[in-house]
């Protein structure tokens, strides 16, 4: 499974992005697919995910009311839609997905999001 991650770069606080992931594979109904991000020197942190086939979602809670995951089956695509960002959600963020399996195991190259104050 190849993932491709697009959509970040540069916002004032207070602004929004969208994130989009394609996803190589079509057969993915059973697929959980999630988002993540990562500050230099600091651990991988899920944001959200969500299950392909019924579209079931969670988030973390400090982007609940703010971050959107969702998926778009024509496209094969699965997007963020972030809104009111803070200079402190400013990291890399990947795309990854189980695959089928029970674990994150394919990861996309990631985007980088910058949030200015």
């Known amino acids: 499974v190849q993932l491709q991650a697009s959509g970040g770069g540069l916002v004032q606080a207070g602004g929004s992005l969208r994130l989009s992931c394609a996803v190589s594979?079509?057969?993915?109904?059973?697929?959980?697919m999630g988002w993540f991000r990562q500050v230099p020197g600091k651990e991988r942190e899920f944001i959200a995910q969500?299950?392909?086939?019924?579209?079931?979602?969670s988030y973390a809670d400090f982007v609940k009311g703010r971050f959107t995951i969702s998926r778009d089956g024509a496209k094969n695509t699965v997007d963020l839609q972030m809104n009111s960002l803070r200079p402190e959600d400013t990291a890399v963020y990947y795309c990854?997905?189980?695959?089928?399996?029970?674990?994150?195991?394919?990861w996309g190259q990631g985007t980088l999001v910058t949030v200015s104050s």
């Open positions: 990854a997905t189980t695959g089928g399996g029970g674990q994150y195991e394919y």
């Open positions: 594979e079509r057969t993915i109904s059973n697929y959980l």
């Open positions: 969500l299950t392909w086939n019924r579209g079931i979602t």
